[in-house]
Every structure is written in C-alpha cells, then in structure tokens.
C-alpha cells in the first residue's frame, strides 16, 4: 500500500479566483485548506492556453512541440505516453471523471474512444500502447467522461439524456447553426455565454463529476493504491450555472477586475501597444482560433457584462469547491486521508474582462497563462506546508505523480517532479516556464512562443497571416503586474529581451514535425 | 467555405486503388461509416451514431480517377463539394486525396478527421491485400 493520488482539475480557472490566491468574492475553504497544509505555487503556466494541448502536456509530462497536440482538434494519439499507463503497470487502479479532451469533442463519426465510449454504454476502451501491448484508454481503467453541458455524446450527456430529459434544454447551446462557438448572449446583461440554467444542482455536471468520483472511489477495497484524475469542466464558458445558487453572488454587487480598464480608449491604447492580433480581435477584423465566438466582438463588451460573467464565474467556482469538500469527507470515511497525495490545479485561465476581453486565445498574459496550482503531499510524507514562487509548470505533474507512488521519473517527461519549496526549486533549477501557442484556423495562421523568467515574460510571434516574426511582447512583472506596458521594441530593455529569447531558444524542445492534422475545431 | 484536404501514399497501383476508391457503394469498407446504399446517381450513408446523409454522385471519372459527391437535403449542410483522387506517383504506385469544401465551415473539419481515418484505413486494405 502506497500513497493515493487524488488529481483535481478544473478548465479556464483564474489564478486569483481563489481565496488562497487573495481572491475576495468566490467562498473557497475547501481548496483554500488545500493550500495552508500544503504548497501553493503561485507563478505556475500551462505550456499552452487551450485545453487539448494543455491537457495533453499533464498526461505526458511533455511540451506540446514534443506531443504534437499543436492546437485544439488535433488528436493526442492513442499510443501517446501517459502518467495513467505507468502508475497502472506499477499496480494503481486509475480513473479520470469529469472532462478528458485529449480528442476532439465534436466528432460525428465516433472515430474517438471519448465519444465512442458513452454510446457504448463502456467505460474504457481497450487499446494498443505504445509497448504493441493491449490496455485501457490511455491508462485509465476507468473514464466517466463530461464537458459543458448536455449536449454532445459523453457519458454525463448520456445520463442527462437517460434520466432528466426536461434539464438538457436549459443549458447554453454552445454551438451556434452554423456550429460556430455561439455569440448569443443572455442573463442580465445579454453577456455572451452567459444563461440562467433552471437545471436542479444536483444534476449540473460539478457535482455528477464529484458523485462519479465518489462512486469509483467507493468500488475500490481499503488496501488498493489508486490514482484519480477528476476533472471539472467549470468554470470554463458557457457561464449557466443553476439558477438556484445565483444569490450566491451578485453581479451588482461587484467591483470591476483590477485587469478591466473601464474608459475604452485607455483599452484600446494599451491593446495598441501590443502584438497586432490582439487589437484585431478586439475589434472584430480578425479572429484567429475557434476559442472564442466567431460573430462576438470584443469591443462591444459592457462594464455590466464584464461583472455578470465574473459573478457566474465565481459562483462555479464556489460549487466546485464544495463538490471537492464532499469528496474529501469521503475519502476521510475510507480512513485514506494520511495517506492521500492532492494536486490542485487548471489547465489554462481565462480573460474574465482583463484588456476588455473574454474567453482565451493566442495572448500571453497572467489572465491566461498564471494559474491556481496547490499541491497537499499526503500527512504520512511529513512535507512542510510552504509558498513556491519559483517558476513552474503542468508539464512537472507527470513527474510528480510517479514520485508520489514512489516510481522512478519515466524516460518519456521532459520536466522533473514539482518543488516543495522554493529552496528545492533554486538546487534543482527551477528558473523559468515556457507556453506555445499555433493555430491555424482555414488559413489564419497564428504562432507564438513565450518563456518567463526572472519576473519577466516574453513572447516572440512566429511568422504567421498577421506576423512577420520580428514581433513581440516583453512585460516587467515587478513593475507592470496587469501587463499593460510592452517593452519589446524599447532600447533600454533590448539586453533583457536578447536574453530571455536566447534562453527560451535553448530550452524550447524542437518541434516535432510534420505537424499532425486537425481533426475538429475544438 | 471551410476547406480541407487529406492525403495518403498507397503501395498499390493506381488502378487497383480506384477500384475500391471510384465505387460508391464500397464506401463503409473503408470509411468510418455504418453502411452506404447508392440509387442511380444518390448515396445514402448511416454514421454509428444514427445520422443519415444524402448525398448526390455528382462525378464518376475513371480516366481522372476522380469522385465527387455533394450532400443534400441537410438542415445544418448548405454547400458541399467532397473530391477524391486517385493519382499515380508515377512509380507504379498512387496517391489518394480526399478534399472537402463546405458550409458550415467547422464540419470540414471533422469529414477531414473522417478522410484521415478511411485513407489511412484503405491503405491497409489495399497494402495488405497486395
């Protein structure tokens, strides 16, 4: 018998949306306990901001350049490594539940095991690894998979389906007629993806997703080690929560993000300053990925909007909090606690009104790049409770989860197992994070690569419809936290920008090509 | 229009690829579809999960070596075009294409994911079957 793993994610999750991280509206006691007994890690990036190459770094421990999942619909293959697959073969009973997207959600062929599995009626799919021998999907010898809401073929959809029918029309379609990202907006505010959801709370998908956990959690025998992934899809759009938990949170009642300049022409001058595509989405000429709607125009937001969607925001992310309080009750009946490892994290963050924008996309900023990242070493480990500012990333969490059950680092990560404190991140080299982005969406080609370091980040665009490759970002933390001053064409901070570049050229894996293809927008 | 294109390299000859490509009715042998019944110049294909396309045989040139379809009398599908070539790599062997240009956009997307799953599946067939 070793140590457990419980790995707790949600999607698009703000580093500051929790009280741990001086977030002051969303209730979170549970995570937030999370935090005060273990390591918070407060500078820790995705190596790409959409979910399907960020996903796909934490299964493989490796940079998306490595795995090939270059963009959203690009498949992470079958035979791909996976943390799951060896924490199996070292005797761990594995399960994910909640969102995979490690393949293409909208597939209506059911070439994939995550959509083919629910109309199925199956919960793995057995599979040739990467040895040439049969296993689970992925490693998982169980996966009860969910996304946002009732539609699609997934087994929370399924269930849905099968057991509330009158709740599958409450959900935001997020799919428009032409299957474009929907723009329709609603609430108060008309915000976009925004909807009052009569869905009772006990049938949204946070807590099916704890329930499911839980009821896995329950068919194991006391002695089993096992590792379980569960995956909230909250608090990424579409922001319906149920409409009962609503007074939780008054969008009235909430001051505008620190990130939201309010006045539109400060917007637009600091927007000015940066890389040409981002003032191009905000008004609507150019939208680049499938990330955001493709009929939405940034520049039309509303100070209102702005608040409506960060209060649905923080109220999911209450209801995720609470959801992860009846696991862990749960797992404390099982008599596992002392010797259950807990990592907390999100696989990429969100705008949530920074700059004037919403949703995510090929910008390199904290909104979207800095996340919640807390990991709780199991008691009997004896690791002191300490805040890691060092820099660290998803790609480590392959490597610490073979830590944890004791195995040696698999050959297949290319980041060793997260720090426990700063001083373990200075002896063993944490000193800086890199993040890649590339799309190409029917022939707007964007492309991107970032490290940071010293508090500083720094982007330089790859040559795509918009880029020439000679552009780029450069931001001082220190003195610009919201990241409104680009400094990269600035003369005095010309050595800087050499320097971080010349860094981030040296350790960027080299891309492995030729690029897979994209098998769905998203 | 959203476009798309996939490819693949078959050890075969030309000829011989086209003889299962260039048939409409042997399409489920090779494509991730459940069946297909084709009337004079219509095809009808069923995906595992219940949908049924129709679709209009717009082209059948066996000196280009080129199929051309069009779905029709679909609620989400406005404008369709699906192209296959077959083409000789001028070493005795072929290069099959599939393209698909169609509204809505996105949905090129997945009818690519679909061709990249049927060509590569068709390889096997015809490689193996040599």
Redesign the interface.
Not at chain 1, 517 to 521: I, K, M, T
């Given at each position: 018998m070793g140590r457990r793993i419980l790995f707790i994610t949600t999607d698009q999750q703000r580093f500051d949306s929790l009280g741990c991280n001086g977030g002051t509206i969303a209730r979170t006691p549970n995570i937030d306990a999370l935090a005060k007994n273990g390591i918070n890690y407060t500078r820790a990036h995705p190596q790409n901001v959409v979910c399907m190459p960020s996903r796909s770094t934490i299964i493989t421990g490796q940079h998306p350049s490595t795995h090939g999942v270059w963009m959203n619909?690009v498949?992470l293959p079958v035979d791909a490594p996976s943390i799951a697959a060896t924490l199996r073969n070292a005797g761990y009973k594995t399960a994910l539940v909640g969102k995979a997207h490690f393949e293409?959600l909208?597939?209506?062929?059911?070439?994939f095991a995550e959509t083919?599995m629910a109309?199925q009626k199956v919960f793995t799919e057995m599979q040739t690894s990467a040895d040439g021998t049969l296993a689970p999907h992925r490693g998982f010898d169980h996966m009860e998979l969910a996304t946002h809401g009732g539609q699609g073929?997934v087994h929370y959809a399924q269930w849905i389906r099968e057991n509330h029918p009158e709740a599958l029309g409450q959900f935001f379609m997020v799919l428009d007629?032409?299957?474009?990202v929907s723009a329709v907006g609603g609430g108060d505010t008309n915000a976009p993806q925004v909807k009052f959801n009569e869905i009772q709370r006990e049938w949204y998908h946070t807590d099916w997703v704890a329930d499911r956990t839980m009821a896995w959690l329950d068919s194991l025998g006391a002695d089993d080690d096992w590792f379980c992934w569960m995956s909230f899809p909250d608090p990424h759009h579409p922001w319906d929560p149920p409409k009962s938990e609503l007074g939780r949170v008054n969008w009235r009642d909430l001051d505008l993000p620190q990130g939201y300049p309010t006045d539109a022409a400060t917007r637009e001058s600091i927007l000015a300053q940066k890389s040409l595509h981002w003032s191009k989405w905000y008004d609507g000429s150019f939208v680049s990925n499938?990330e955001a709607p493709l009929h939405w125009i940034p520049a039309t937001l509303t100070a209102d909007q702005v608040r409506e969607v960060n209060a649905m925001a923080h109220i999911e992310n209450e209801l995720i909090d609470e959801a992860i309080g009846r696991v862990l009750k749960m797992i404390e009946s099982r008599g596992w606690t002392s010797d259950v490892d807990i990592i907390f994290t999100t696989d990429h963050g969100e705008f949530q009104g920074d700059f004037g924008l919403l949703f995510k996309g090929p910008y390199h900023v904290d909104s979207l790049m800095r996340l919640p990242m807390i990991w709780k070493p199991a008691p009997s480990a004896n690791v002191t409770p300490a805040v890691v500012t060092a820099p660290v990333g998803l790609v480590s969490l392959a490597a610490t989860f073979a830590s944890i059950a004791g195995l040696p680092i698999p050959e297949y990560v290319e980041s060793p197992a997260l720090p426990l404190n700063d001083a373990d991140a200075a002896k063993r080299g944490f000193e800086s994070v890199l993040t890649e982005w590339d799309s190409v969406l029917?022939g707007k080609i964007i492309g991107s690569r970032t490290i940071h370091r010293d508090g500083w980040t720094c982007t330089r665009m790859l040559p795509g419809t918009l880029h020439d490759g000679t552009e780029g970002e450069l931001y001082n933390h220190a003195n610009d936290p919201l990241q409104h001053v680009n400094l990269w064409n600035d003369s005095q901070h010309r050595a800087i920008r050499d320097d971080l570049l010349a860094d981030m050229q040296s350790t960027m894996p080299e891309q492995v090509l030729p690029l897979r293809?994209?098998?769905?927008?998203v | 229009m959203g476009s798309v294109r996939r490819s693949q390299h078959i050890k075969c000859s030309p000829d011989e690829a086209w003889k299962i490509i260039g048939d409409p009715s042997r399409l489920h042998e090779w494509f991730p579809i459940v069946s297909c019944r084709v009337e004079g110049n219509k095809r009808w294909i069923s995906l595992a999960n219940g949908l049924v396309f129709e679709e209009d045989i717009v082209l059948i040139d066996n000196y280009l070596r080129r199929f051309q379809y069009s779905i029709v009398n679909n609620p989400i599908v406005t404008q369709h075009l699906g192209t296959v070539d077959v083409i000789d790599d001028g070493h005795g062997e072929c290069i099959a294409i599939y393209s698909t240009d169609m509204k809505p956009n996105v949905l090129a997307l997945g009818i690519g994911a679909a061709a990249h799953n049927g060509l590569s599946k068709v390889k096997k067939i015809l490689e193996g079957t040599k």
């Open positions: 619909g498949t293409p909208l597939d209506p062929f059911q070439i083919r109309a073929s007629h032409e299957l474009e499938y029917f293809p994209v098998d769905a927008p | -």
